[in-house]
């Protein structure tokens, strides 16, 4: 089996200046949990999963108001939680070759 067999295409994108709000809603309509951050030109810049977006968002046990909570949330963007210099790969590779390098 190989990449392509697996991946998504064409892959949802995000930049890095995309509202978390707006990314995590991306993921949950398209369910999936990881999707990755690319320039203005569409070059890799970073991944972000939902994972990430959750820990960034507030505890449940927060004094915010959720008026307060969702300003913030609002204010904060991919960039802010993105994970950068990340490995890829073309489609052509077998899966354990992807596999391995993610391990």
């Known amino acids: ?17 995309t509202p978390f709000q707006d990314a995590l809603n991306l993921m949950r309509e398209g369910k999936f949990r990881r ?7 569409g070059a890799l810049v970073g991944i972000v ?3 990430d977006l959750l820990h ?3 505890s449940p046990a927060t004094s915010l108001s959720i008026w307060e909570v ?3 949330l609002w204010r904060l963007k991919v960039a802010d939680v993105m994970t950068e210099n990340v490995l890829s790969s073309t489609p ?3 899966i354990e070759v992807a596999a391995h390098l993610m391990v």
Not at 1 to 17: F, I, N
Not at 35 to 41: A, K, L
């Open 1 to 17: 089996m190989l990449v392509r067999d697996r991946m998504t295409s064409p892959a949802k994108t995000v930049t890095a200046t």
């Open 35 to 41: 999707i990755p951050v690319v320039d203005e030109h």
């Open 49 to 51: 999963s939902e994972r």
């Open 56 to 58: 960034a968002a507030p």
């Open 70 to 72: 969702n300003y913030l």
């Open 92 to 94: 052509d590779p077998p």
